[in-house]
Structure formats: structure tokens, C-alpha cells
């Protein structure tokens, strides 16, 4: 006697898939295969140009941060941060790095490689997401470096309307961050024609307050205590920022 065993098409059906499916997620050695990885948020990249106007003022590694409104390197007529002294003083940008980067409406930031003589130039890159660019903006800071605390740049470029391609460029101005007094010594010039200290934590301008730069006087100009020349000097614009957006 012979027994049938009737099974419903469906459930055979069924079964197949099963074992299809089985067979994708597994690889040939038995073990699971991970789902692919997805894909990378679309960016957008900017290229920032610093060239040096100036006859005699090296300018420190530059600082580029993208950020939104709500950040400002600084604010004339109001103290420097800490970040902002430490550049002044010194050329060094990493304090000033640091305060941006632990600021929620900073993107990103970058800084430059060395230093920039007079009529050299430097071109840094910054990548931010493409759903940061509304409302983006570009700051660029860096020291004159044969002064006591000069600093030039960009505070809160607007660059969010830019489409791949674009450029633009300003001349910047310099400022004095107030952090130091002028004394134009070489023992307080970090810079070449000083050789001197940078950063000192005691702030002695009384002013204590960013505003335009007054210039250098120098030993050429009747300033005997001076250990700047005349070549040392310098007019408005110091340098020129250009912006292109790469993609």
C-alpha cells in the first residue's frame, strides 16, 4: 500500500523563498553578510587664498573656520577671546582653532601649512556638509608677526549663495586685537625682526578691546625704543582673501 502526501503549492512556494532568501544573506562560508554601508552626506568644498600685501610683515598660519551666525572671531570694540590673544601674541592658531570648534554653529574649520611672507600666498581647503550652506559664512584670521598684536582677515564672510564655480575676494584691513601694548620691542615681536616672546597671558593694553591697527611708528619715524625700520611698516589692505566654491 502506497501512502500520498498532498502539499499545497503556496506552501512549497513558501519554502523556496526561504531558502533563497537564506542564501543571499549568508556568504559562502556560512556566516552573515552585512548590509552595505550608506552612502556619504553630500559636501561642498571651498578653497580660501591668503595673499600677503604687506613689504615686511610675514603672516602667521592662517585659520579658516565656516560657521553660522551665532559665531564671530571677534567683535570690535569688544575683548579678544583667549583663542584670539594666543594668535595676536604668538601666530599660533590652534587655541583659536580650538575655541571655534567647540562652538555649536561652527561647521568646520582648517588651518594653513606655515607661515606667508611678503607677496606669497597660501590656498587651504574647508569641507562642510551641503545642508550647512544656508546661512554659511567664512572667517580667516592670522597675525602680522613683526608686530606686538596685529591681526588681519575675515570675520563672518557670507558664503552661502555661492554655486560651484564662483569666487570672490576682499582686501583686509588690520586690527589691533588690544590684548598688548605697542611697544614695537624686539623682546615682545615673535616675528623675525623681533625674535621674541609671544603669548603673555597678562594683558597690559589698557584698552583691552579690538580696533583698527595705528600702524607701525618705527626707529625711522622718531620712535627711539622701536626695534622696527620703516620696511616694517604698513598701510590698509594688508592682505586679500579669495573664496571659490570647488563643488
Request: aromatic fraction near 2%.
Amino acid at each position: 500500500m502506497s501512502i500520498q502526501l498532498n502539499r499545497s503549492p503556496r506552501l512549497l512556494l513558501a519554502g523556496c523563498v526561504t531558502i533563497v532568501a537564506a542564501a543571499c544573506n549568508s556568504n559562502n562560508n556560512g556566516g552573515v553578510v552585512a548590509p552595505p554601508p550608506p552612502p556619504p552626506p553630500p559636501m561642498a568644498s571651498f578653497e580660501v587664498t591668503v595673499t600677503n600685501l604687506t613689504n615686511g610683515q610675514p603672516l602667521s598660519p592662517v585659520a579658516v573656520i565656516a560657521h553660522q551666525s551665532g559665531y564671530s572671531v571677534f567683535t570690535v570694540g569688544t575683548a579678544a577671546t583667549t583663542g584670539l590673544e594666543t594668535l595676536a601674541e604668538g601666530g599660533d592658531n590652534s587655541a583659536l582653532i580650538a575655541e571655534a570648534d567647540a562652538d555649536a554653529q561652527v561647521m568646520a574649520s582648517a588651518s594653513g601649512a606655515a607661515a606667508i611672507g611678503p607677496a606669497g600666498s597660501e590656498t587651504i581647503t574647508i569641507d562642510v556638509l551641503q545642508s550647512d550652506l544656508p546661512g554659511l559664512s567664512v572667517s580667516v584670521s592670522t597675525m602680522l608677526v613683526n608686530t606686538n598684536d596685529a591681526i588681519t582677515g575675515l570675520n563672518g564672510a557670507s558664503v552661502a549663495d555661492m554655486m560651484a564655480g564662483d569666487s570672490i575676494s576682499w582686501r583686509t584691513i588690520a586690527y589691533d586685537s588690544g590684548t598688548e601694548a605697542n611697544t614695537e620691542a624686539a623682546a615682545h615681536i615673535p616675528g623675525p625682526a623681533g625674535g621674541g616672546e609671544g603669548l603673555n597671558a597678562a594683558r597690559d593694553d589698557l584698552a583691552d578691546r579690538v580696533a583698527m591697527h595705528a600702524g607701525i611708528v618705527s626707529q625711522d619715524d622718531g620712535f627711539a625704543a622701536s626695534d622696527l625700520t620703516g620696511q616694517h611698516r604698513f598701510d590698509n589692505p594688508v592682505a586679500q582673501v579669495s573664496i571659490e566654491r570647488i563643488n
